[in-house]
């Protein structure tokens, strides 16, 4: 079963970081675009990053550049989101998304940015 | 704002079919094709529909989607209770070197 899990969500204070972990399985991890989208409360989606599958290209939504860094380590099958500079705003449950059409989602970590 | 368009909500009654539509530009539908997402109440995203018109295994033949030019549209028929939720389409914008979402459309069933 194509499976994707993410981890390391919690509360962290503004202007602290956080790095948000995805567990692959039931796939060949190292073939496929991976992504990162995410939901804030009682809000629409929004596209976070993505990362080609050798991890030599990259791609940030404006309001995230220069403070999130996407990555992932293909002997692991894991994918990463490294979230510093944290924000009120960057409060969302953050959902890890598989494959060049966005396929396969997490259920999802939540990130709360709060003093 | 987003950069797809999306009517905020919809609503049909079962049996019925309703169509869901999404308005972009040239450098994300002009361009690129077209993914639906459901999302059901308290639960994750799935892919509906992907390259405009293509259906993952498992989704309903009830569920259709097409593209013409700047726009695109998601076609329910045969409404179920259980296709409430929320639809949002998504392309790649070729400008903005990102995926772009719709604002979603909550689809209610009578």
């Known amino acids: 079963e194509v499976q994707v899990v993410e981890s390391g969500g919690g509360l962290v204070q503004p202007g602290g970081s956080l790095r948000l972990s995805c567990g692959a399985s039931?796939?060949?991890?190292?073939?496929?675009?991976m992504s990162w989208v995410r939901q804030a409360p009682g809000k629409g989606l929004e596209w976070v990053a993505n990362?080609?599958?050798?991890?030599?290209?990259?791609y940030h939504v404006d309001s995230v550049r220069g403070r999130f860094t996407i990555s992932r380590d293909n002997a692991k099958n894991s994918l990463y989101l490294q979230m510093n500079s944290l924000r009120a705003e960057d409060t969302a449950v953050y959902h890890c998304?598989?494959?060049?059409?966005?396929?396969?989602w997490g259920k999802g970590t939540t990130v709360t940015v709060s003093s | 704002q987003s950069v797809l368009t999306q009517s905020s909500s919809a609503s049909g009654t079962p049996g019925q079919g309703v169509t869901v539509s999404c308005s972009g530009g040239?450098?994300?539908?002009?361009?690129?094709?077209v993914n639906w997402y459901q999302q059901l109440p308290g639960t994750a995203p799935k892919l509906l529909i992907y390259?405009?018109?293509q259906r993952p295994s498992g989704v309903p033949d009830r569920f259709s989607g097409s593209k013409s030019g700047t726009s695109a549209s998601l076609a329910i028929s045969g409404l179920q209770s259980e296709d409430e939720a929320d639809y949002y389409c998504?392309?790649?914008?070729?400008?903005?070197?990102?995926?772009?979402f719709g604002g979603g459309t909550k689809l209610t069933v009578l």
């Open positions: 990362i080609k599958p050798d991890g030599s290209e990259e």
């Open positions: 039931g796939f060949t991890f190292s073939s496929y675009w």
């Open positions: 390259s405009n018109n």
């Open positions: 998504a392309t790649w914008d070729a400008s903005l070197n990102a995926w772009v």
């Open positions: 998304v598989s494959g060049n059409n966005m396929d396969v």
């Open positions: 040239s450098s994300n539908i002009g361009r690129h094709a």
